[in-house]
């Protein structure tokens, strides 16, 4: 018994009692402006809609407006999952840099007494889907609560594939704006749902290609509401899902070329300067009995082919491969360039569309053709012995690397059709 006691003598001894929460613990942000946020089923137009106006409180820890609250806050926005720009901690990455810090708000927010100082617009990135302003007091320098508080949801449209891939208004009498649209994407690090298409009824997602662990497929405008080929595209209008393995739909069938699908989504990342759609899903029309017998497909929807010529390889023409980015693009009549150190590592074969050819390994203005393994029957064999012959047509989905100035261009036929041999 009297050890007992002497326990619990020693328990009442250790205990201690911390002082309790004070400040500021959250901040309220109130959304002045759009008046209509809009719903899911009711989309505001970002167009008329890219600037927000809020107003910002501090609350203390008994719900009211902490008058000690004196910090500059800054504005960003939460939108397909991650805030724009980057949120960085500005004491620790004084200390532990990374390449995306130190970055800049989209606003700041004087506070004064616990509130804002008057109403702060905020203009917007392009923004897709649900959005709310994230206002964040991380970024004083001396006394950070790292109190955080969001606006109502703002409902803009889901993003199309050209988002995903159309860079803006480019500077193209700028080489280096030109490479840094060669080599960056607008969404990267974005999760997106592509689930329709920009050209209304009468568009139509067709894949255009399908590959060993992922496939290509366009945004199309066919001629009416029932999908009635031909259909057309526009720059931007590519993408490509990378599924690691064969691609599927939702209902575990796989994808044809020629196929419409009802969309995707997936993680967006930029894997030296090719756009792809990660840890994808894919979704089709469900059938009651999810027979993969049932899928059809319809190559005639797939758009007509873009073709190369010398203006593409230099200055501001090169921005026509980033517009063509996942599609398919034609060479006509280019040289078969002798084999090199390409062909030896990496089974890939280069023609000159300048129509010179001879030892390319110097010449930036070619393509790299990679068809070895990659097209059942091809006679990869003939392929090789035509160094300096002209091809007369080579089809094959634009795959860049782009890395600063540094430019590889490789097409990847996806059949015989796509390559005509003398």
Sequence with gaps: MMRNVLLLALIAACTTTDPGLKGTQSLQVKLD????????NSRIDFATNSTATIEVTAIDVD?????????????????????TPYLCDPINDEVNPSPECPTTPLATITMANGVSTAPT???LPP???????????????????????TSDTLWYRDPFIADTQDPGNVNLSNQLAVEQALDTSPLAGKNVSVLSSRYGANGRLVVTSVFAQGYTVADVQCTDANGTPPCVSKPYDYEE?????????????????GQTIDGFAGGMSDFDGLTEVGFPQTFVAQTSDMDCTKVTSNPAMEPTTTVVDSTWFTGSGQIQFEENEAGAIEVDNAV?????????????????????????????NVINIIASDMIQGLDTAKLTSLQGQAIPKI????????????????????????????
């Design 121 to 123: 617009a905020v203009p």
């Design 127 to 149: 923004v897709f889907g649900p959005a709310t302003l994230w206002v964040d007091d991380g970024q004083d320098m001396t006394s950070p609560t790292y109190a955080v508080g």
């Design 336 to 364: 078969m360039c002798n084999l090199d150190s390409d062909y030896d590592e990496f089974s890939q074969w280069k023609v000159d569309p300048a129509g010179v050819g001879g030892d390319c390994s110097r010449n930036d």
């Design 33 to 40: 402006a759009p008046t209509d946020p809009g719903s899911e």
């Design 63 to 83: 719900g009211n407006i902490d008058t000690t609250f004196d910090n500059t806050v800054g504005v960003y926005v939460n939108y397909l999952g991650t805030l």
């Design 395 to 422: 089809v094959g989905i634009l795959r860049p690397i782009n890395i600063g100035s540094f430019n590889v261009w490789l097409i990847f036929p996806r059949g015989n059709a796509d390559v005509q041999l003398p």
């Design 241 to 257: 899902v990378f599924s690691f393995s064969a691609p599927e739909d939702q209902n575990g069938c796989f994808l044809l070329e």
